[in-house]
């Protein structure tokens, strides 16, 4: 099977613009999540998508949203960018199955998005 | 308040060597922890889940353990090798969603 891939791989925005970033999951695989990872902050979680259904949210301000499609690709867009939100965002998919609490994750090569 | 802890400096070992990684925990009463190991520029890579009723769960050359009591997992690499060097995460579950430790640098010296 292939793995979880996203797209682009590299941005770069200045302050003020917005962007998209999107994520294919690995076939059969119906949870999406995202993360942002930072040196400082470590990995962060944004939110979790399943079945085209946010079904957690991190703390992040309202400028972060997502959403995820019928075939469970996902986007997530970042309004207003700041220079904080300079990041490796990464998607994992998951082949957990509604109601189910035990998963693993299987990650993107991540989208290094730098504000200037 | 909730926190989950790994040793945040880097972790130096003779190749050969076993490796023991920690992941400390607070606060939390996770149904499962998890292990990743993550390379630079990468996403993190699952290794191993434990449930919160297993003591232990070996894959290969990996093993992890887990007691509740102590609120703390431990992650071995036995016969270490260069290309185990790393960076291991821990992620625990709590409310569906996954807590993640900053992790722990490990390098393997030839």
């Known amino acids: 099977k292939a793995g979880v891939t996203q797209t682009p791989r590299y941005l770069i925005k200045t302050r003020g613009q917005q962007v998209t970033l999107s994520c294919s999951p690995i076939?059969?695989?119906?949870?999406v999540s995202w993360y942002q990872q930072t040196p400082g902050q470590g990995l962060q979680f944004l939110f979790e998508y399943f079945s085209e259904t946010q079904r957690n949210k991190g703390n992040f301000p309202g400028r972060f949203s997502g959403r995820q499609f019928s075939n469970s690709r996902s986007e997530m867009n970042v309004s207003t960018l700041e220079l904080g939100d300079s990041a490796l965002y990464l998607c994992?998919?998951?082949?957990?199955?509604?109601?189910?609490?035990?998963?693993?994750?299987?990650f993107g090569p991540g989208t290094r998005l730098t504000v200037t | 308040s909730q926190k989950i802890e790994q040793n945040s400096e880097a972790l130096n070992i003779q190749e050969g060597k076993t490796a023991t990684l920690t992941c400390n925990y607070t606060n939390y009463s996770p149904a499962y922890l998890q292990w990743y190991r993550q390379d630079p520029g990468r996403g993190p890579v699952f290794l191993l889940l434990?449930?919160?009723n297993e003591k232990e769960k070996r894959k290969e050359r990996l093993k992890v353990t887990f007691d509740t009591t102590l609120k703390q997992s431990l992650f071995h690499i036995t016969a270490s090798q260069p290309a185990d060097s790393a960076t291991y995460l821990c992620a625990l579950d709590s409310n569906y969603q996954l807590i993640w430790g900053a992790g722990t640098k490990l390098i393997i010296k030839p």
């Open positions: 994992a998919s998951s082949p957990l199955e509604r109601g189910a609490k035990v998963y693993e994750q299987y």
């Open positions: 076939s059969g695989h119906r949870s």
């Open positions: 434990i449930r919160e």
